[in-house]
């Protein structure tokens, strides 16, 4: 549907992206992942034919859409602050697209209403000014100004970074509906990787330009193709030398002394996992507890780490710091590099 | 939204409007645009405040000519009919000075043409030696005083005493406007008896400290305070004027004035009339010059507006306080080629070097 | 940073037939003209000469003036800074009581200028003023003559000089999102702190662009310092002025206006420079309206109070003065003995009296609406263009567009009279020289920098994203612009016009030599009525005027600000946002 190849893009001396080849299936919610400043938006405004590349070509649907003009690629856009037009109100943005193709006035009305009921708008909301519309609801004004069009490809930039914590999460989940029900390639462009994680089909990790693993989220999660991914996607342990030797000497023999060690944080038990008799124990000293409700995170001094350790809540008494506790520890979900 | 289509609505009324309101009035005028060698005479003047303007297009009517009246400045109006040299938009000009017209004619923006009354005047007062301008009022350049405030007895007997004795000191007005045409004259007036080849711009070192002192010792004029409204406030005591003025200030502030004569006598000038080059309306533009020029229109002229006509013939229709006023001032010796080859010069240094 | 390219710049046809119509536009009517009357002054036969500048440097009296205009603009550039930014917070900014009618006061100065103004405080506190005469009476040994030199020329100059900050500072603080008030408040930051840390940045393009507006408004300054200057405090546009009137001397004129518009151009590079170095607009999705700031000290609170109301009384007294003078005898105002008697309709009997006293008006009307909007309707594309397209073209087309800034409007006016008054095949042919067109153009000439400075800064403040989102969604650069961004910057294009409208309406520099016969506008018409040697009412004729112009333009800045302005809108949106709550 959608590919990127050997796609070079700079501003004048400073090379942006300096060479990305990615493909997007047909119907996918494809996320870019990454930090701020990683090239994530510069490679979506490139799709968008904001940017024109240096090198390299884009296709979509198989055809060269390099140098074709943004209004001819049937990509709708949903931008970071929604850019939703001040000087008009609700229904004048969504039919704002028709309007540039000269729909008629009837079709136009009947357009804007359908997809008006589909991002859930009131007749009343469509005649308001948008700035007198909440945050979630100018946000579905931007999505139904984007996809009145019924464009092939939908582009969201960080449509929920400015949104509350709970309306975000609602959103999250409308949002992958909205996607699924219309079957519409999606490419969305985030910096939190929870967000990520739920809604796509498959991620991009993108570091300083470059794409440092493309996989779906449990690929991305359990399986980090490098340092970078590991590090930056979800919560991690990073692991001494004196622990990964202490590893080997009690059956680890497959880590790697001299690597880099990562382990995840709900890989790491307090008490002996039921039937997985590859966990080795690790003692140590609890040296703190931060209580989330549902579970609580322990930190445990040990060999000269502080491991961290995700327990779900409800099973037995508290530990208290300062007491001993025992690490279980499986070496095959150590992640090295 | 709406309120702001409301304004862009009523901007939009008030604009067509008005447009439509200036096409009407366009094609009233419309046989008047220059080129054509038929319509309406363009008469530029400085010389038609006070009434005047209304009452020369008002008799020129009566006379079966249409003519409208474009008034500038002086100085203004010269620079404008210079600029307009290859392409006039005005027919014939009068009411600038002598030094004004000589510009005009050196920068060949009049022609030449001797009218019927070429007879009745004093040649001299014009330009005898083209007949590229011809006279027809005359003004002195006087200081004047309030005998009401100043005994004539105190009063100096000679202009220059006003920056050469320390009692006058900062009591005399100057004016420092030196683009309008009256400072220019006074000027001319400074600097003629010291007209030395050698000297810087033609005068002698003398004359120029003559400048010097007139300027360092007088009070400058203020803008937009009448130099009458000042001598009546005891700001100043001295200050210079053309002589038509006197009249109506008197009347104004209840001055009674005096007017200082020297022996050399004051510096006089004479507002001309001349066609403008390259005009398609030749033949209106002298017809007008013999009709305006001619002893009964500046006969009326003189008696309403108290102005002082060199046609002879005219002058018996003047007011006897301006015949008298002018003919106890002696004419000042200036002369009038050198001050217009060099006045804009003079005015530089002046400027540049010695206004206050 | 995005589109820089030429080739960007070459793909749209609306954009390359708006830099032709420009390109045409300066070398036709800027470039061409100008450098044809400069190369005639300073190269007078063949080769340059250096006798202006020997001249000049030679001259004490033009070295004072000089210093004396450069001097001024500096010190404008910080106190009109520092009375403009006040009145803007008191009028929209804190909570002062009345703060309408403090408004009203200060925007005074919209609706008269020039002479009349300078004239208007010499009333009141000049030598002959009733303020010292009222002090006068009191403490005679008060110097009668205190307001006059630097001082008296400063003093007057900021107050008149404030009327860009009404306008452009006030809708930019309206636009300033309040949640990042609150947020400072939050963090503990005083009154003084947010204002001084989170408003004022804030406002900093627009406070750059009113500065530059300002200095120049300094270095041209003419009537202040002739009325209120005396001996010592002279400024150079008298000289300037008298200069080009002369064909002698008009090197040294020239030459003059290019200094002082060169520093203007170095003060423009560097403002540029700043601006460029940061991000102004709000970031925020939800901008939440400004409200108003209670200043919680008790005692700064009454100072600002009354601060705000003594300006206020400073600001309103002369134009209460002027109106009240065009009902006096002018010998009663100037020789300061006024009474009941003195009182008379005359004045305004005079002007009504002249032969079609409605013509002028109604020609000057027509000239200043069309010039206005002709120049603000062409400056919205080409300060579109300028922003868009970076590049060596656009760079210098901006550059010489200011050229205006630079020549006094004078020597603009003469130079389209000697170019024009043959046929030139620049615009098909024609003679424009002594046709009713040349004076709309060189009207709408003089006023593109100023309109060009703030539709810029105006087009700034929109954020890009906003153009991307209408391009993807299939708009053209031109529907683009008109359905989008124009809206956004029509306040501001809506007071930019209606301010070049009030300014063009009673002009006479470009007018005296380029009015056809025929089409009289009201400022000849106004010199005409005043200039005469036995009208001696002139002063009062000239309030008679101002008051009429001061209605027309009132009315103007009613169409603009009563109705849709920036400040009454507010407050109803805001009243009605509360009201829904």
């Known amino acids: 549907m959608i590919r990127f190849e050997n796609v070079e893009v700079s501003f004048g001396e400073k090379i942006a992206i300096p060479d990305l080849t990615l493909e997007i299936e047909q119907g996918e919610f494809f996320t870019l992942l990454g930090p701020s400043g990683c090239g994530k938006t510069t490679a979506l405004r490139t799709l968008a034919g904001f940017i024109e590349p240096s090198q390299g070509e884009i296709y979509i649907d198989g055809k060269v859409a390099t140098r074709l003009p943004s209004e001819k690629r049937s990509v709708g856009m949903v931008f970071q602050n929604y850019a939703l037009f001040p000087s008009m109100s609700v229904w004048e943005n969504i039919a704002f697209g028709l309007r540039v193709r000269k729909t008629r006035r009837a079709e136009t009305a009947l357009l804007v209403d359908e997809i008006a009921a589909q991002v859930e708008l009131t007749e009343e909301q469509l005649a308001k000014n948008v700035s007198e519309l909440s945050g979630g609801q100018q946000q579905r004004v931007a999505i139904a100004r984007a996809l009145v069009l019924k464009p092939r490809i939908l582009l969201l930039d960080e449509p929920l970074s400015n949104l509350d914590a709970k309306l975000r999460v609602q959103l999250r989940e409308q949002l992958k509906n909205l996607q699924r029900e219309l079957g519409i390639t999606t490419v969305y462009v985030t910096h939190d990787q929870e967000e990520a994680l739920t809604m796509s089909d498959r991620i991009a990790v993108f570091n300083h330009g470059v794409v440092e693993q493309v996989g779906t989220p449990e690929e991305i999660y359990n399986r980090s193709g490098t340092e970078f991914v590991c590090t930056f996607v979800g919560a991690m342990n990073k692991l001494s030398g004196d622990v990964v030797h202490q590893l080997r000497q009690r059956g680890g023999t497959g880590l790697a002394p001299a690597k880099t060690s990562y382990l995840r944080l709900e890989k790491v038990s307090l008490q002996a996992p039921p039937g997985n008799t590859d966990a080795i124990r690790l003692d140590g000293v609890v040296a703190g507890r931060s209580y989330h409700g549902s579970h609580s995170t322990y930190t445990i001094d040990s060999h000269g780490s502080s491991i961290r350790a995700l327990v779900p809540e409800g099973g037995g008494s508290a530990l208290e710091p300062g007491s001993a506790a025992q690490l279980y520890i499986d070496p095959s979900s150590i992640l090295q590099y | 939204m709406h309120k702001r289509t409301l304004t862009a609505a009523t901007l939009a009324t008030v604009l067509l409007s008005t447009v439509a309101l200036t096409s009407c009035s366009s094609t009233a005028g419309e046989a008047s645009s220059s080129g054509e060698s038929s319509g309406t005479l363009i008469v530029y003047t400085n010389s038609n405040s006070d009434g005047r303007g209304e009452w020369v297009t008002a008799k020129a009517a009566e006379a079966g000519m249409k003519i409208e009246i474009v008034g500038l400045g002086g100085a203004d109006l010269a620079n404008r009919i210079v600029a307009e040299k290859n392409n006039p938009v005005g027919d014939v000009v009068f009411g600038l000075n002598n030094m004004f017209f000589e510009t005009l004619k050196a920068e060949d923006a009049v022609a030449a043409y001797t009218p019927e009354w070429s007879g009745d005047v004093d040649k001299k007062a014009g330009d005898a030696k083209d007949g590229a301008f011809w006279p027809l009022v005359e003004q002195a350049i006087v200081t004047v005083y309030d005998t009401n405030t100043v005994k004539s007895a105190d009063a100096p007997k000679q202009v220059s005493d006003l920056w050469d004795d320390a009692e006058y000191d900062g009591r005399y007005e100057v004016n420092t406007s030196l683009g309008q045409a009256t400072p220019q004259l006074v000027l001319a007036g400074l600097l003629a008896p010291y007209a030395d080849e050698e000297g810087d711009l033609g005068i002698s070192d003398a004359g120029w400290k003559q400048v010097q002192d007139y300027y360092e010792h007088g009070s400058p004029a203020v803008e937009g305070t009448d130099l009458y409204a000042r001598l009546t406030r005891d700001e100043v005591d001295y200050g210079v004027l053309p002589s038509s003025g006197i009249t109506s200030r008197d009347a104004e502030y209840a001055t009674k004035t005096g007017v200082i004569s020297p022996e050399d006598g004051v510096p006089y000038v004479t507002e001309q009339i001349a066609v403008i080059n390259g005009t398609p309306r030749q033949e209106q533009a002298e017809k007008f010059i013999d009709w305006f020029g001619g002893a009964e229109v500046q006969g009326e002229f003189a008696a309403e507006f108290a102005s002082y006509p060199v046609n002879e013939k005219a002058r018996a229709e003047a007011l006897p306080e301006v015949v008298e006023l002018i003919e106890s001032l002696p004419k000042q010796d200036i002369d009038w080629s050198l001050t217009r080859e060099r006045i804009s010069e003079w005015v530089e240094k002046t400027e540049l070097e010695y206004l206050p | ?581």
């Open chain 3, 1 to 581: 940073m995005r589109t820089s390219s030429w080739a960007s710049m070459f793909r749209s046809p609306f954009v390359v037939i708006i830099t032709l119509v420009t390109l045409w536009f300066v070398a036709t009517f800027l470039v061409f003209p100008n450098a044809n009357l400069l190369i005639r002054t300073f190269f007078p036969e063949g080769q340059f000469s250096f006798r202006a500048v020997e001249k000049l440097v030679s001259s004490e009296r033009a070295m004072n003036s000089l210093w004396h205009s450069f001097a001024l603009a500096a010190t404008l550039a910080v106190t009109v800074n520092v009375v403009g930014i006040f009145i803007v917070l008191v009028t929209d900014y804190f909570k002062i009581r009345g703060a309408r009618m403090l408004w009203l006061g200060y925007a005074t100065t919209l609706i008269y200028g020039g002479i009349v103004l300078a004239a208007g405080y010499n009333f009141i506190y000049g030598r002959y003023g009733f303020v010292t005469n009222a002090v006068r009476n009191w403490f005679p040994e008060i110097d009668p003559n205190w307001f006059s030199g630097y001082f008296a020329v400063v003093v007057v100059m900021t107050l008149a000089t404030t009327t860009n900050h009404m306008l452009f500072l006030g809708s930019s603080l309206a636009k300033i999102d309040y949640q990042t008030i609150e947020a400072a408040r939050n963090m503990g930051a005083s009154t003084m702190g947010i204002l001084w840390r989170i408003v004022l940045p804030a406002l900093r393009p627009m406070i750059f662009a009113v500065t530059v507006l300002t200095f120049l408004t300094g270095l041209g300054a003419l009537t202040a310092p002739l009325v209120l200057g005396g001996t010592d405090f002279q400024t150079i546009a008298p000289m300037i002025l008298t200069f080009s009137k002369s064909t002698g001397s008009r090197d040294l004129a020239a030459l003059l206006a290019v200094i002082l518009g060169l520093a203007t151009i170095v003060l423009l590079a560097m403002m540029n420079r700043v601006e460029k170095s940061g991000v102004y607009f709000s970031v925020a999705k939800v901008a939440t309206p400004l409200q108003k700031q209670r200043i919680p000290n008790p005692v700064a609170n009454a100072a600002v109070h009354v601060a705000a109301y003594a300006l206020f009384v400073v600001y309103a007294t002369p134009v209460l003065l002027i109106v009240l003078f065009s009902f006096v005898h002018s010998s009663a105002i100037v020789t300061g003995s006024i009474s009941w008697d003195s009182f008379t309709l005359d004045n305004y009997a005079t002007v009504f009296g002249t032969p079609a006293v409605l013509r002028p008006f109604v020609v000057s009307v027509v000239y200043s609406a069309l010039a206005s909007v002709i120049v603000v309707g062409g400056m919205l594309f080409v300060s579109r263009l300028l922003q868009k397209h970076r590049n060596p073209l656009t760079a210098t087309l901006e550059y010489l567009l200011h050229i205006p800034w630079i020549l006094p409007t004078i020597l603009i006016a003469l130079a389209l009279v000697m170019t024009f008054d043959r046929p030139n095949p620049m615009v098909g042919g024609q003679v424009l020289t002594g046709t009713t067109s040349l004076l709309l153009i060189a009207y709408v000439i003089v006023k593109i920098p100023f309109t060009l400075r703030l539709l810029k800064a105006a087009f700034a403040s929109v954020p890009e994203s906003l153009e991307d989102a209408a391009r993807i969604l299939g708009a053209g650069s031109m529907f683009t612009l008109r359905t989008v961004l124009v809206p956004l910057v029509l306040p501001t294009a809506a007071a930019i016009t209606a301010l070049n409208f009030n300014s063009l309406l009673d002009d006479y520099d470009a007018a005296v030599f380029l009015y056809h016969p025929l089409y009289q506008p009201l400022g000849v018409a106004i010199k005409a009525s005043t200039e005469g040697e036995n009208n001696l009412d002139s002063m009062s004729i000239t309030f008679v005027y101002t008051v009429l112009l001061m209605v027309i333009m009132g009315f103007t800045m009613y169409l603009v600000y009563g109705r849709g302005g920036s400040s009454t809108k507010r407050h109803t949106r805001r009243a009605r946002t509360v009201a829904a709550k």
